[in-house]
């Protein structure tokens, strides 16, 4: 992205304005207001080429290898503009080392890609730390100490726990003065008649 001479003046006036805080005039505020809406499209125009560039060189590597020059080219320009070689893209390059252009850029390739590789992994071992502004917090009056402090539930007090009420289940109707009877006492087991003697005592006949 470059800048004429007019955009480096309103550049430098922005940068001065926001090392040196000083009121600003009506115009310099519209012309960086103007300038920072052409950074913006500029931006979203080099997506979009972008975006353009990179659909091409799908379309010649899926028609490879008859299309191999104009691949080439289109690989070298996406490389330049920041595009990070693909599988796809390692994968034609090997079919295509015997060109020295496509050994070249295998090379190219190779190395960047190990180069992303390495950065992944350096990401994941990262531990991530607490800044120094945000651990001072900690010492100072309602920072993170009286915030942990605040979170912690209140503990009740330590007491005899036999001397604490029981939870009392809700009664269903009236309590008895008296232990409920239980069923044999209700209804007492019928008793079974004696049997009748064996050899009965005879009458003594009236005289």
Sequence with gaps: MAFGAQELRVLRRALALALHPTPASAEDVQDCL????????????????????????????????????????????????????????LAALRALRGNPTAAA?????????????????????TTPTVPASRTRLTALPGGLAALSASEEPVKKPAGNPAAEPRPQSPAKGPRPDRPIPTPGEVFPPKRKPAPPPANPPQQLAAG
């Design 34 to 89: 103007r300038l920072a809406e052409s950074v913006d499209e500029a931006a979203r125009e080099g997506a979009r080429l972008r975006a353009f560039l990179l659909a091409d060189l799908a379309r010649y590597r899926a028609a490879l290898p008859g299309t191999a020059a104009g691949y080439l080219v289109l690989l070298e320009e996406a490389l330049g503009s920041g595009h990070r070689p693909a599988p796809d893209d």
């Design 105 to 125: 850029l295998l090379d190219r390739c190779t190395t960047l890609a190990e180069q992303d590789v390495r950065t992944r992994l350096a990401g994941c071992d």
